[in-house]
């Protein structure tokens, strides 16, 4: 389906989700977000801790049922697949570098069934002899030296590595939209940079709509074509290109503080 | 020595017997190892195929034909159990007993009694070995060609995308939803498979015996982890073809040591103490050595 941004980049509207409706419990962590991205764009979300970043691209992945809201990804409403077929428009990199890859399995299989992402599985061999070129090629440009290891099993890698793989596997087949979920903050800084780099190679090189969530300001301020700031499970800032452009970490502070006190005074 | 003696004219039988149980232990690996989901529906559906093969083959049914009705019961027994899991999110361990409970009825249904005798019917074995049914070593050497295709074709299968599909789910749902697997269809299939597989192993086991029984099923779980953990032991797991021998392997060897417990006059119903206290130590032994190691090097920090 069309809408009125057309068939290209990311349409996110009114998104609401409630954890334990009706308990003590009771959490209200999306509250309406909005979002647009244009094809290509690669967006930047930061916002203070339970302010909703995760639940949204969990919600935008599948994994987690909305109350209401829609998603619409190159042209197709998302908003009533379930999280394996959206995988065919979406690819993913968690937080967590033990949930992007299978553990068990060799680096080549984990690459092979990132290869098959999207397509119909069959009978065919799951890996074939002719892909394996291809994947160190992939792998070469992390510079860790796993294209060496295609037959090794992920379970020993560690985690810098293991989150590296999961980023060529999730670009390996350019997704219509990359989700990262903090996908550097459980790393070493050494790692983190390498991964960030990586991220930015994959990125930018073939223009793949890109939603990060980052708790770096720095990387915030740095990185992306637009910047985005949520609190209270709603998009408080939402700053374009040029907005950006003159942006320091202060300001972004001062932003923050400015919205969220506006807001106070207005409830 | 009285003992040896005793056991090497156990040594056919119980290479008959491991080979029979090697299927089992197959369709025990597959949701324990494959799939990292503990399920018991072993214990039903092994009973299940060796019911529907012999009324099948007593009701004058062909032998092919009564075989494929139990690995399609077993599939059934197998799914029934996953969508028991998935649909009213009950553990897999629950969803299974409450199958096997189920089964055990359904199972005198299928027999129309709780058991059924096929002495003088052609069996699998009379069928390639000759009206008497072989000789303990034949009927092994019978069983190992059957091994070898099931095997065969299970790794064939585990190698395709399908089959790495379920690997991938077996390892990290969360991974496996992200690149479009559908986890729930590679768990209820995968079930399925391993409900083929304990129903293939009861169906050989009604015609090595020439008889089914209700109770057949009694313990063949534990017997199924036993093989599977002590081929893990010998074979080691690291790569996908010795994770599928281990089973085989480890079945045949753990009849080796049921035939040497019986050689030292311990009784047919002490088996079932010695296995459970056999898989016991072996799920045990890693934790022990770790608390010794700890205790043994620098405390934890
Ligand atoms: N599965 C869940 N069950 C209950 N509450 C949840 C769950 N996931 C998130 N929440 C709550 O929703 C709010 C938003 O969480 P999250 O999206 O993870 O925040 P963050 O912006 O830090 O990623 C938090 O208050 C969190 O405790
Ligand atoms: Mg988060």
Request: with cysteine; aromatic share 6%; glycine share 10%.
């Given at each position: ?6 068939q ?26 909005d ?27 599948g ?42 399995l ?34 070469e ?33 350019a ?25 930015l ?25 637009r ?26 502070v ?14 | 020595?009285?003992?040896l ?43 299940l195929g ?29 799914c ?17 007993i ?27 074995f ?30 064939w ?45 009861g ?9 089914a ?23 080691g797991?690291?790569?996908?073809l ?60």
């Amino acid at each position: 389906m069309t809408d009125a941004h057309g068939q290209a980049g990311v349409h996110v509207s009114g998104l609401r989700k409630t954890f334990f409706p009706g308990t003590v419990q009771e959490k209200a962590a999306l509250n309406g977000v909005d979002l647009d991205l244009a094809a290509g764009e690669f967006a930047i979300v930061i916002g203070s801790n339970g302010s909703g970043k995760s639940t949204t691209l969990n919600a935008i992945s599948g994994e987690l049922q909305l109350d209401a809201g829609k998603v619409v990804v190159a042209g197709q409403d998302m908003s009533r697949l379930p999280a394996h077929k959206r995988a065919r428009f979406m690819a993913r990199v968690f937080q967590d570098p033990m949930q992007g890859t299978a553990a068990s399995l060799t680096i080549e299989e984990n690459l092979a069934i990132a290869a098959r992402r999207g397509t119909v599985r069959g009978f065919r061999m799951g890996l074939k002899r002719t892909e394996r070129d291809g994947f160190r090629a992939a792998l070469e440009v992390l510079g860790l030296g796993l294209e060496d290891r295609l037959s090794d099993r992920v379970a020993l890698l560690s985690g810098g590595q293991r989150q590296s793989l999961t980023l060529i596997m999730a670009t390996l087949k350019a997704p219509s939209l990359l989700l990262l979920d903090e996908h550097t903050a459980a790393l070493d800084p050494r790692a983190a940079e390498l991964v960030l780099d990586a991220t930015l190679q994959a990125v930018k090189g073939r223009s793949i709509t890109t939603l990060m969530i980052t708790h770096n300001m720095d990387q915030a301020i740095t990185h992306g074509d637009r910047l985005i700031m949520m609190h209270d499970g709603r998009v408080i800032l939402n700053l374009g290109r040029a907005e950006k452009a003159s942006l320091t970490a202060a300001d972004l502070v001062a932003r923050f503080h400015d919205v969220v006190s506006d807001r106070m005074l207005l409830n | 020595m009285e003992f040896l003696h005793t056991y090497f004219n156990l040594i056919p039988v119980s290479l008959a017997q491991g080979a029979v149980y090697a299927f089992v232990a197959l369709g025990v690996m597959i949701p324990f190892r494959l799939l990292s989901l503990p399920d018991l529906t072993a214990e039903g559906s092994f009973p299940l195929g060796g019911a529907v093969a012999a009324a099948m083959l007593a009701g004058g049914s062909g032998i092919a034909s009564a075989i494929l009705a139990a690995l399609l019961a077993g599939a059934l027994a197998g799914c029934l159990t996953a969508l028991i899991h998935l649909a009213f999110k009950v553990t897999s361990l629950l969803a299974g007993i409450i199958v096997l409970t189920m089964l055990f009825s359904i199972n005198i249904r299928v027999m129309g009694k709780p058991n059924t005798a096929l002495f003088s019917h052609d069996t699998l074995f009379t069928a390639f070995l000759g009206a008497d049914g072989g000789a303990p070593l034949t009927q092994f050497a019978l069983l190992a060609v059957l091994l070898l295709i099931v095997c065969g074709a299970l790794h064939w299968f585990l190698l395709t995308e399908l089959g790495l599909g379920l690997r991938a789910v077996g390892s990290n749902q969360m991974m496996a939803r992200a690149h479009g697997l559908s986890t729930r269809a590679f768990v209820i299939a995968g079930l399925g498979l391993a409900g083929c597989l304990a129903a293939l192993g009861g169906a050989t086991m009604s015609q090595y015996q020439s008889y089914a029984d209700v109770n057949m099923g009694v313990g063949v779980l534990v017997i199924g982890l036993a093989g599977t953990i002590l081929g893990e032991a010998i074979l080691g797991r690291d790569t996908l073809l010795r994770q599928i021998a281990a089973p085989v392997v480890g079945s045949l060897f753990y009849f080796q040591f049921v035939a040497m417990a019986l050689s030292l006059g311990f009784k047919p119903s002490d088996l079932k103490l010695l296995t459970g206290l056999f898989v016991l130590a072996a799920l045990g032994a890693p934790i022990l050595k770790a608390r010794l190691d700890r205790r043994a090097g620098s405390p934890r920090p």
